[in-house]
């Protein structure tokens, strides 16, 4: 059973760039949310896509959208970067109904 | 207000020793709770989850009390490897509105 991998790792982007972080779902689930963690903070709700749609949202602007393919794969798009996007972006599986979520080990994004 | 609040620590505590952390939340409609584990620099791990009749695993114990919205988890014979960040966690009602994350209390076992 594979779990959730992330990519790339580590990133550095210019303020007003955009990025596209990619995660792999664990095998066996149709879930992906995708979350944004603050140095010193717990981890912030962004969105989930359940069959390819977005189904649920926290607080954040639409500059941050999404996907998820066919193979429940899913990319994070965030347009305009600002300083404070600088953070460690976290991708979780999960089965719809059910609540084990498995993380993954993260893609740290900095923006300078 | 946030939604869930935890006492950041640091904790020191002595290897062997008993410690507690607590946590409440402020949305009555949460129906999920639970602790999660974060090493340095990692990603959260579920450490467990909680229920209203209390549960157990090994060393750890979880205690949910809904009409105070507080949880707590306790730690017994604390060893080095227990060092970390301990999330508390709740999920409303639903599967579409994610986790929501307290900032998490650091934890540090001394020898």
């Known amino acids: 059973e594979t779990g959730v991998t992330q990519s790339p790792t580590h990133l550095i982007k210019t303020r007003g760039q955009q990025v596209t972080l990619r995660c792999s779902s664990q095998?066996?689930?149709?879930?992906v949310s995708w979350y944004q963690q603050a140095l010193g903070q717990g981890p912030q709700f962004i969105f989930q896509?359940?069959?390819?749609?977005?189904?649920g949202r926290g607080n954040f602007p639409p500059r941050f959208s999404g996907l998820q393919f066919p193979n429940y794969s899913s990319e994070l798009n965030v347009n305009a970067l600002e300083l404070d996007d600088s953070a460690l972006y976290l991708c979780?599986?999960?089965?719809?109904?059910?609540?084990?979520?498995?993380f993954g080990s993260g893609t740290r994004l900095t923006v300078v | 207000r946030k939604e869930v609040e935890q006492d950041p620590g640091p904790f020191n505590v002595p290897e062997g020793a008993t410690v507690a952390f607590n946590c409440t939340y402020s949305?009555?409609?949460?129906?999920?709770f639970f602790w999660y584990r974060q090493d340095c620099r990692k990603e959260p791990k579920l450490l467990m989850s909680?229920?209203?009749s209390g549960n157990e695993d090994g060393r750890f114990t979880a205690q949910l009390n809904r009409a105070s919205q507080y949880i707590s988890l306790l730690i017994r014979d604390s060893k080095l490897s227990d060092s970390a960040t301990y999330l508390c966690?709740?999920?409303?009602?639903?599967?579409?509105?994610?986790?929501?994350f307290g900032k998490g209390t650091h934890l540090i076992i001394q020898p």
């Open positions: 896509y359940y069959r390819e749609e977005e189904n």
């Open positions: 966690v709740v999920r409303r009602g639903g599967g579409a509105d994610g986790l929501t």
């Open positions: 979780a599986s999960s089965l719809a109904g059910d609540y084990g979520y498995t």
């Open positions: 095998s066996g689930h149709n879930t």
């Open positions: 909680v229920y209203s």
């Open positions: 949305n009555s409609a949460s129906q999920s």
